[in-house]
Nanobody, 118 residues
Framework: LIQVVESGGGLVQPGGSLRLSCTAP????????VRWYRRAADDTREWISR???????QYSTSVEGRFTIFKDKAKDTVFLQMNSLKIEDTSIYYC????????????WGQGTQVTVSS
C-alpha cells in the first residue's frame, strides 16, 4: 500500500471555496484511479469524485457542478477544487487510490477536515 496525504481543509463560510490536495510519491505517473470521499453521518464514506488515468472525471450528484477534480502530474498531486460550499459539505475528506499497478493501492489516510459554517 502507498501512503496518501490529504491537505487543504479548513473553515469557510457558505458559498466559499477550498482546494484540497492529495499526494503520494509517483502515483500520478502510474495507471492509478484517484477518488475523493467524505465521511457521512452514518460513519461510512461517501464517494464524491473520481479521476482516471486518462484524466476523465466523474462526480456524485451532490457535488456535480460545484467541485472539480484535476491533476498536477509534475507535483504528484490530485486536487479537489470545491466552490459554492454548503453547510452540508462539512465533513472529513479523504482520497484513495487503486488501479492496475500495485503501486496504485492506498489505505485510508487521515483525511482533512472541511467545515462550512456561518
Amino acid at each position: 500500500l502507498i501512503q496518501v496525504v490529504e491537505s487543504g481543509g479548513g473553515l469557510v463560510q457558505p458559498g466559499g471555496s477550498l482546494r484540497l490536495s492529495c499526494t503520494a510519491p509517483g502515483f500520478t505517473s502510474n495507471t492509478c484511479d484517484v477518488r475523493w470521499y467524505r465521511r457521512a453521518a452514518d460513519d461510512t464514506r461517501e464517494w464524491i469524485s473520481r479521476i482516471r488515468p486518462d484524466d476523465t472525471t466523474q462526480y456524485s450528484t451532490s457535488v456535480e457542478g460545484r467541485f472539480t477534480i484535476f491533476k498536477d502530474k509534475a507535483k504528484d498531486t490530485v486536487f479537489l477544487q470545491m466552490n459554492s460550499l454548503k453547510i452540508e459539505d462539512t465533513s472529513i475528506y479523504y482520497c484513495k487510490t487503486d488501479g492496475r499497478s500495485n503501486a496504485c493501492f492506498s489505505d485510508w489516510g487521515q483525511g482533512t477536515q472541511v467545515t462550512v459554517s456561518s
